[in-house]
């Protein structure tokens, strides 16, 4: 034992001597940095052998000695300020911490005080004031009177001066004779000559025949090309300004977009969409609801029964519920609770896929026609064009139209299905039903719209089909990109499948 206490001591002596020697050497070595007496010895011992030129290098050299202790004290003085500022902020955000839990108790023993006021004083959801059960406090009496007694039992104000606004309306019939082709002519110039937007003619056709394939069209691409523009645009082209919908990250259900009742007030908190679809039950013209910066939230979430509900194939089952229970003062148009969703009315979607975005999921590009802008339009001279008063119904006797005079040729079709099978074999994707029956109607309406039909189906797979790629992993695929362009154009005709071919040699690129 005499000998271990022996080593410890000569051990920890040895770490400690060199702890010592280390800092009293850091002490010294400061020290003799800045011994100033110790450079003025030194200067008057030689100051007698310098010459004039050797004077000018001394006092060079003294001016670098200074320059470079300043520097190492500015250096010093910077560190020790950083770290106290260091500090300072590690204090206060400890500080806000401590606030910012404090102000979660209240604030959950505040809703905890609140639900419990609920839970004596309001009614069931959707009642009429003075339907409300009895309640234990006499003051909900009082609030339901008076509630009554200020609004006439009315929760939905603003759709009930639509009601109001349409009371003697009559449907109108513009009497439109125009084709597809001559629509797009003419909606293009007016863009150009009323509101400076320029597109090119099959950007339009593509998007014409995106509203003839489905509800709901995605504009997607970089940002300033135009996406909001040409929704808005649209818009002003039927004489019914788009209803903008700004999507906040916030939405999480559909009553962001359609509102919700309110049991303080007991009236409905309408939102802008909801008026425009009531206004759009009234008449036979297009409307537009622009969904702007759609992915800043899960479309999934706020837009799901939307989703569902535009796919029936049955218009009048289009219905989708608002209220809980019907009141006898509820507007015309608003059946139990239900209001009907109108076939004249379109979504178009914008989206910026970016680190602020959620990704588009496939059950939504399913549903959807996505249209890519990435170019901007180059400015042209348009002939002066006026906005149009059309019928809806016109426009939709053009797209069924469209599929009676234009229906894709059987050659193509084959061509198609063939494309499907090598696609499952190579790549294992495949796509279901719903794609073909918008492939048909996208097609049909492009050609009505003077496309060409292989081209329109090339936009179709590419933007719709082949974009589904992009899940894949690009690195195991990209071997087999040059075997399905070889395919396409032996399939379709060199060359032909333009954006296809476009698109594999770009993701073969990323892989």
Not at 161 to 176: G, L, M, S
Not at 276 to 296: F, H, S
Not at 452 to 479: M, T
């Amino acid at each position: 034992m005499n000998t271990y206490m022996k080593f410890l001591y000569e051990f920890l002596n040895e770490f400690f001597a060199g702890l010592k020697t280390i800092l009293f050497g850091i002490i010294n070595g400061i020290k003799q940095l800045f011994d100033i007496p110790n450079y003025i010895h030194l200067i008057k011992e030689y100051k007698n052998d310098f010459s004039v030129q050797e004077w000018v290098l001394v006092a060079i050299a003294i001016a670098a000695v200074a320059i470079i202790l300043i520097l190492m004290v500015l250096l010093a003085l910077l560190i020790i300020r950083k770290y106290l500022r260091f500090r300072k902020n590690v204090i206060d955000q400890e500080s806000m911490l401590k606030e910012v839990a404090d102000l979660n108790k209240r604030v959950a023993k505040m809703s905890k005080e609140r639900e419990e006021i609920m839970a004596m004083k309001v009614s069931q959801l959707g009642l009429r004031p003075d339907e409300s059960p009895e309640l234990d406090m006499s003051t909900s009496n009082e609030e339901s009177n008076e509630t009554k007694e200020n609004d006439d039992g009315i929760r939905f104000a603003r759709l009930s001066i639509v009601d109001k606004k349409f009371a003697k309306y009559k449907v109108q019939n513009y009497n439109n004779e125009f084709s597809l082709d001559e629509l797009c002519v003419t909606f293009r110039n007016f863009a150009a000559s009323q509101l400076h937007l320029y597109y090119t003619l099959p950007m339009i056709r593509v998007f014409i025949a995106g509203l003839a394939s489905t509800k709901l069209v995605i504009l997607q691409g970089i940002s300033g090309t135009g996406k909001t523009s040409l929704a808005y645009a649209w818009g002003k082209f039927l004489k019914h300004d788009s209803c903008v919908v700004s999507v906040q990250p916030s939405w999480r259900d559909r009553t962001e977009l359609f509102g919700y009742f309110n049991e303080f007030t007991k009236k409905f908190n309408e939102t802008q969409l909801l008026e425009t679809l009531y206004t759009a039950t009234y008449t036979d013209d297009v409307y537009t609801v622009i969904l702007d910066e759609m992915n800043l939230a899960r479309v999934e979430y706020y837009f799901a029964e939307m989703l569902s509900i535009l796919e029936m194939p049955n218009r009048d089952e289009w219905i989708i519920e608002v209220a809980a229970s019907p009141w006898e003062t509820d507007p015309k148009h608003i059946i139990n609770g239900r209001i009907r969703i109108p076939a004249n009315t379109w979504y178009i979607g914008t989206i910026n896929n970016d680190d602020s975005t959620f990704m588009v999921t496939d059950k939504v590009y399913d549903r959807a026609m996505p249209i890519d802008i990435n170019e901007k339009g180059q400015a042209f001279k348009a002939a002066e064009t006026p906005s149009m008063d059309i019928n809806f119904s016109y426009l939709d006797y053009l797209f069924e139209k469209s599929k009676k005079d234009f229906p894709v040729s059987a050659e193509n079709w084959k061509k198609i299905n063939d494309m499907d099978d090598y696609v499952i074999k190579h790549f294992r994707v495949a796509f279901g039903n719903r794609i073909v029956s918008h492939l048909g109607k996208f097609v049909s309406a492009y050609v009505a719209c003077g496309g060409d039909e292989v081209e329109g189906i090339d936009y179709f797979i590419a933007k719709k089909i082949l974009r589904k790629f992009e899940q894949l992993n690009i690195a195991y695929i990209k071997d087999e990109i040059d075997g399905f362009v070889t395919f396409l154009d032996k399939s379709f005709g060199k060359g032909k499948m333009k954006e296809c071919i476009e698109y594999v040699l770009r993701l073969k690129k990323l892989g």
